[in-house]
């Protein structure tokens, strides 16, 4: 035996499990060696006359390994029957290893193997192989290698799916140069497959540079040469192999183009337009084929590079053409030798790399770092985009991508067994069809530090928003930042807006980063069962979420996280209806420690039963305060039966204020153990009804109060608190409260007996008869806004009642009307009655969907407001004059109706409303663009 070579380092057979270098040499690799332990494992000398009869050199055992062979040789010159490497091992990656003279130099049996920059010469069967008896074996990336002078077929892949075969060099070989049987999502490019001496008594599906039998896979960028029995490719296996596309290879020097035996549908031109250089003239959105040197005719005419006319190719069943076939060579077509497919090795963080319809198909699957820009939308994508690695962002640049195509990810991140670091998607609009069930971004992988925002997603026919469902063992997203994002799901069963397939395990955890949150999305979704937020372990906070749900005539979770703790909610909208014997939960744990819940908004109307908040085993250390719960009143034995809060298991250590249940009571099934309904401390506040001040611990409103001990209704202190506690057998609340929290001016700094905002000049309609010193008064009462277009506008927001229920449209009414805004319960005779109950004017701000006064008219106005129409990002302007032709009162009053399919439609509608100078007589149609209201003509 010839060996040169250094001392090893450490000790490869035993010691820490953690990932360490150890060298191999001489020494180690005398006899068969096994890897047991990941890490990274150099060769570090030359060796030759290895002698490992009928066995393999290296048996990788472990996961994670890297054999790195540091461009040393390893020569096999007795030629007995053995193989160089047997990979047992996830993530296994080989590289830079020189080899003669072996049988079979790589057999693989695990998942997600990388061989790179290595030489491979001499070899009697195959180069690669992977075992025929683990059908759904995945994950390869073989990639810059050279092989020269095979006995059989270099690269065999049986049963496999998702690899990546680029970039290398295949010269003399009997066989086939690469050959699949029954695969998936294969991808061969920028390859050389050269001179195959293969010879048989008949054709079969050897002989080939490439014979396929493969589904959903991509030929492209190669040359395929001399091969003098088969051809240059053969598609074979009748029915599986379709969908496949090859496009842009040259096939030079071939006893024959192709041999198709099979019914399947395979395109031999892209399938998306792609731009190039031809003749020093530049090509935009064009379909092209592949060189045929066999192929002399037709012309091409119009001197695009592209024949203008079909290329027959030889079938054995149907015929199959090239509709596009090229003049001259693939590469003549790209000046800088084609387009490139960035490889793990080609990119690193600080790489831009730009996608368009042309080379979308090249740039789908990311497996190296770097910034993915959308520079175009792209609508009609067949494959959605795979990230396969770390430090990757892609940013849509505000572009659509969408598909019509069935069975679908639009985008997903997933590679077998591996964890990913530092992956962001941003500013992406994703939209898929009606008449496919497809999702919008899959998380199959467990990420650390995932980003996910100002993206718009649309599924109408699918399951998942973002979803989250990962087949590695941590099944975790660590450190997430979900924010301002749009996700609307409709038309589905099982609908996950975001998080874990139902049944399914997956953790969200912060892992002490202060920026992880879900926050600021709006998500809407309809459908057979479902939940718009699904985890089984979360300790992320959420945070101004708007989130709607319809279930129809079944039932649904809103948000559902099994073990939910060490965290807050806050500042959300939760809304849910349903019909025809429907029930619901809006927010579901069975585990709740340590979290606050706060000035949130819970409001359910399902038809059969419906509960806000439900905890099932038990719940320790929460604090619910600010909030308000809304549900069909549960006294009415003709509607459901609502709670606000329900506590299967046993509460502790919690304290429950200043909330509101307007509708539904809390339910406890089990005992309270050091629990408050109270203020931890007195709170200064103003009481609204008198205008005076005072100081007291705070309890909760209870709609239901004369349910309580003493079956009275209940009476005002003259503070605001009722005379008696809210008192039920499970809890007393010492300080309930005689009214709603809005009645209420909480941490009040003013002084005693101050005019409370009380509307006492509700009653004043908008006919401009106040003097212009009383109407800066009132309008200084009212908290109007300035930078309207005109005092007309200003003075009508002034003398109008604004009613907004929802917790967004408020905010954008306070922002641009006035403070002084009210809610549809405030105008409790006019949601029951007709309009012409109304003695005032009113502005209403928000649709049917989060307005009750809204919903209950309006089908009154000349444009019904839905979640189709005006439709996305879209609002209208719109006045209805009420006449009141009583015998005691005849009067006129206005309701000014601003609303949008979506909070951006609304908030286009109303910022448009403050430019008008006077009140419209038809409707305005108005959308949001670029940041600003844009008049729809």
């Not at 001489?26 to 047991?36: K, Q």
């Not at 153990?673 to 200064?684: H, K, L």
Request: charged fraction near 15%; include cysteine.
């Amino acid at each position: 035996m010839f060996f040169l070579c250094v001392f090893t380092i450490g000790n490869v057979q035993g010691g820490t499990s953690a990932p360490q270098t150890y060298l191999l040499n001489a020494e180690n690799l005398t006899s068969t060696y096994e890897i047991t332990l990941p890490g990274t494992y150099v060769i570090n000398c030359n060796l030759s006359d290895i002698n490992v009869p009928n066995s393999n050199l290296i048996t990788v055992s472990a996961d994670n390994v890297i054999i790195d062979g540091n461009n040393n040789w390893l020569n096999n010159t007795k030629g007995v029957s053995s193989t160089l490497l047997s990979v047992g091992g996830v993530g296994t990656t080989i590289k830079n290893i020189k080899v003669a003279n072996w049988v079979t130099n790589i057999f693989c049996n695990k998942n997600d193997i990388t061989v790179v920059n290595s030489t491979f010469l001499d070899t009697t069967a195959f180069v690669i192989v992977t075992s025929p008896n683990l059908p759904g074996l995945e994950g390869m990336n073989f990639s810059n290698n050279i092989i020269n002078n095979v006995s059989n077929t270099p690269i065999y892949l049986q049963t496999f799916k998702y690899a990546t075969i680029y970039n290398n060099t295949i010269t003399n070989y009997n066989g086939n140069g690469i050959k699949t049987s029954n695969s998936y999502g294969i991808k061969i490019t920028h390859n050389t497959i050269i001179n195959n001496s293969y010879k048989s008594f008949g054709i079969g599906a050897d002989g080939f540079g490439i014979s396929l039998s493969a589904y959903d896979s991509t030929i492209a960028y190669n040359t395929i040469q001399n091969n003098s029995f088969g051809g240059a490719i053969c598609i074979f296996n009748g029915h599986f192999s379709i969908k496949n596309y090859i496009y842009l290879n040259n096939f030079v020097d071939n006893v024959r183009d192709t041999k198709i035996d099979g019914i399947g549908i395979n395109q031999f031109y892209s399938p998306n337009a792609i731009n190039y250089t031809y003749n020093s003239q530049q090509y935009t959105n064009k379909i092209v084929g592949n060189y045929w040197d066999a192929c002399i005719s037709p012309a091409d005419a119009d001197g695009d590079g592209i024949r203008d006319g079909n290329y027959s190719l030889y079938s054995m069943i149907q015929q199959a053409n090239d509709t596009h076939p090229l003049v001259e060579k693939w590469e003549n077509y790209f000046p800088s030798n084609g387009v490139v497919t960035p490889e793990e090795n080609k990119t690193n963080k600080s790489s831009i790399i730009h996608i368009t319809k042309s080379t979308y198909d090249n740039n789908r699957t990311i497996i190296g770092p770097g910034t993915y820009v959308l520079d175009e939308d792209i609508t009609d994508i067949t494959k959605g985009i795979v990230i396969q690695s770390s430090d990757v962002v892609i940013d849509g640049n505000n572009h659509k991508l969408g598909t019509d195509s069935t069975a679908l990810d639009v985008i997903r991140v997933y590679k077998s067994g591996k964890i990913f670091d530092n992956i962001t998607i941003k500013n992406l609009k994703i939209e898929t069809p009606i008449n496919y069930e497809c999702n919008g971004i899959m998380i199959n992988s467990s990420v650390n530090n995932l980003t996910i925002e100002n993206c718009d997603i649309f599924i109408n026919n699918g399951t998942y928003g973002i979803g989250f469902n990962p087949n590695d063992e941590k099944k975790s997203l660590n450190s997430p930042i979900i924010n301002n994002n749009n996700i609307v799901i409709k038309n589905g069963m099982d609908i996950v807006g975001v998080g874990v397939e139902i049944g399914k395990y997956g953790i969200i955890n912060t892992s002490n980063s202060l920026d992880s949150r879900i926050s600021n999305n709006y998500i809407n979704i309809s459908g057979i069962y479902g939940n718009a937020i699904q985890f089984n372990y979360s300790n992320v906070p959420m945070e101004n979420l708007d989130i709607y749900m319809d279930v129809l005539n079944y039932s649904g979770e809103m948000v559902y996280i099994n073990n939910l703790e060490n965290t807050y909610i806050k500042d959300c909208n939760f809304q849910m209806r349903g019909l025809n014997n429907s029930s619901g939960i809006l927010f579901f744990t069975a585990t709740l420690k340590n979290t606050v819940i706060s000035n949130s908004t819970f409001n359910i109307t399902t038809d059969r039963y419906g509960v806000c908040v439900y905890n099932l085993n038990g719940s320790d250390n929460i604090t619910l305060v600010g909030n308000t719960f809304f549900g069909v009143d549960s006294k009415d034995l003709n509607k459901i039966l609502a709670f606000g809060f329900t506590m299967r298991g046993p509460i502790s250590n919690s304290n429950i204020y200043l909330n509101d249940f307007l509708a539904g009571h809390m339910a406890t099934w089990n005992i309270l153990v050091n629990c408050t309904f109270e203020s931890p401390n007195s709170i200064r506040y103003q009481y609204k009804v008198d205008g005076n001040v005072y100081n007291s611990k705070f309890g909760n409103y209870w709609f239901n109060f004369n349910e309580s001990m003493g079956r009275e209704n209940p009476v005002d202190n003259g503070k605001g608190f009722t005379t008696k506690p809210y008192d039920i057998s499970a809890f007393v609340d010492n300080y309930s409260r005689y009214t709603t929290l809005d009645n209420y001016v909480l941490n009040y700094t003013g002084n005693n007996k101050t005019n409370p905002n009380t509307n006492t000049n509700n009653n004043i309609n908008n006919k401009n008869k106040n003097s212009a010193k009383k109407m800066i008064k009132k309008a200084e009462q009212e908290g109007t806004k300035n930078n309207f277009a005109s005092k007309n506008i200003r003075d009508t927001v002034t003398n109008s009642r604004i009613i907004a229920d929802d917790k967004f449209d408020k905010s954008i009414a306070e922002d641009n009307l006035k403070e002084n805004i009210q809610d549809s319960e405030d105008l409790k005779q006019e949601l029951d009655e007709s309009l012409e109950a109304i003695t005032e004017d009113l502005i209403v701000v928000g649709g049917p969907i989060v307005n009750r006064f809204a919903e209950a008219h309006n089908d009154k106005f000349l444009k019904p407001i839905n979640n189709e129409n005006p439709g996305k990002n879209t609002g209208v302007i719109q006045v209805l004059k009420v006449q009141d032709v009583s015998s005691k009162i005849v009067a006129s009053h206005y309701v000014i109706y601003i609303a949008g399919s979506d909070r951006y439609g609304t908030q286009a509608a109303l910022e448009y409303f403050k430019t008008l100078n006077e009140m419209p007589k038809e409707p305005i149609t108005v959308r949001w663009t670029n940041d600003k209201p844009v008049l729809v003509e």
